[in-house]
């Protein structure tokens, strides 16, 4: 939330990251996402849609498909700030909405 007041200077805030990032399980031969990929990247976008960033924070609640998700948290940290910084009254565009490579999660999130 401290960084929010930037937007109001017209700074330009990038989370840049992955909710999904397990490289341990990347199969390159893989098209989309493994299905615990896909339900961690499903459970994400509903929270963000619901603006419920507390239940993001706490996403190793969500067990199984978080660990296997996230197992190291830098690369999930971003949509954190992004979070932080955002408005409540922000319309929220899902840009590049895909899982990779079974493990990988490339879906993004514009808040403007």
């Known amino acids: 939330a401290q960084i929010a007041p930037l937007r109001e200077r017209g700074v330009l805030i990038i989370g840049s990251g992955n909710i999904v990032h397990n490289l341990g399980a990347v199969d390159f031969r893989q ?9 961690f990247d499903t459970l994400i976008h509903e929270k963000i849609d619901k603006r419920d960033f507390d239940g993001i924070i706490d996403y190793t609640s969500a067990g199984k498909t978080a660990r296997l998700s996230v197992p190291t948290a830098e690369h999930f ?21 895909a899982c990779v490579y079974g493990s990988l999660s490339m879906t993004s999130y514009v808040f403007s």
Do not use: K
Not at 87 to 96: E, G, L
């Open 31 to 39: 098209q989309g996402g493994f299905e615990w990929a896909v339900a």
């Open 77 to 97: 940290n971003p949509l954190l700030y992004i979070l932080g910084a955002s408005h409540a009254d922000d319309s929220i565009t899902v840009f590049n909405d």
